[in-house]
């Protein structure tokens, strides 16, 4: 149920358990880009690439029913230099047409294809409303609420306190104003990667003493519900002329049952441009497009694609 008053808040805080069965439901199995939108927060990392800031992870906002959205993109170079970026639909459980090419693609059983697939797997990120508690980069962000994309590595630090493993530990649900707990968010610099093995959320305290000041932060809370408006996905026929224009130049694709192995050159153009990219480093070869977490990865292609 979801609620428009602090009051109502306060009562629905035994919403815990329905909250555990969303994360659960990830665990087995929106869409505007961030861009320049300063509706996000974005940390700040040093030359060294390391930084830190200590955020409150927020109740969902008035009317909706979950703290976090999850999202799907793409984000891959094609055989014509050009880039494909773009929110997938299955995020709003419709098909996307470079899933289903990936579809073809593995189940082709050609191991070059299998490659390409894995080279253009889906993404996941999760879409959060944060109060920044303290931002030592950027002190003037310190008190603002601000919508935080992240992945699934910090996802599953959530869930950790949400579902702690040893039995003498007590869940914890970091959204709660009254009995969340605030995230410390560490970054360093690991083989040329982010990594936030380091983060951790501190011992359950309220947000504030102050209920005025809970409601106040609580309805500075953006929309979740915008990012999984189909309004704001392209339409399936948006994407497939774009995921052709990237792949092939705009010529049709070919059905995965005629796809051939690649020759010489797009194999070469596959090993060396490709596998350089961080995305497919970070690929696990074990699956085609097994979710990555890695928000980096992202930032990287729409860096090189705005070049």
Not at 86 to 115: F, H
Not at 276 to 296: G, H, L, Q, V
């Amino acid at each position: 149920m979801s609620s428009n008053s602090l009051s109502e808040l306060r009562k629905q805080r035994g919403n815990f358990d329905s909250l555990m069965k969303a994360v659960e439901s990830i665990a087995n199995p929106t869409t505007e880009k961030r861009g320049d939108d300063d509706r996000f927060w974005k940390p700040t990392v040093d030359k060294a690439g390391n930084g830190q800031a200590v955020l409150r992870f927020l109740p969902a906002p008035a009317g909706e029913e979950l703290p976090w959205v999850r999202v799907f993109d793409h984000g891959f170079q094609g055989p014509t230099g050009k880039w494909y970026i773009e929110n997938s639909l299955t995020t709003i459980n419709k098909p996307d047409p470079v899933g289903e090419l990936n579809s073809e693609l593995w189940n082709s059983g050609i191991e070059a294809n299998k490659e390409i697939a894995r080279k253009q797997k889906r993404r996941l990120s999760y879409i959060s409303n944060v109060l920044v508690v303290r931002d030592p980069a950027n002190p003037e962000n310190e008190g603002k609420v601000f919508l935080y994309k992240y992945g699934k590595k910090i996802f599953d630090k959530i869930k950790d306190v949400m579902q702690p493993t040893f039995e003498d530990e007590k869940p914890v649900n970091p959204f709660d104003l009254w009995e969340g707990a605030n995230f410390k968010l560490r970054i360093r610099q690991v083989e040329g990667y982010r990594n936030y093995d380091k983060s951790e959320f501190d011992g359950p305290t309220p947000l504030d003493e102050d209920e005025d000041k809970l409601e106040q932060v609580w309805k500075n809370a953006h929309s979740l519900a915008t990012f999984l408006d189909p309004s704001n996905f392209k339409s399936y026929d948006e994407l497939k002329a774009k995921m052709n224009a990237v792949l092939t130049g705009g010529a049709r694709m070919a059905t995965a049952e005629k796809v051939n192995p690649l020759d010489a050159e797009d194999e070469l153009f596959v090993e060396t441009k490709m596998r350089n990219t961080p995305a497919a480093k970070a690929t696990d070869d074990s699956a085609p497009w097994k979710e990555d977490s890695d928000d980096d990865t992202m930032n990287y292609f729409s860096s090189l694609a705005d070049d």
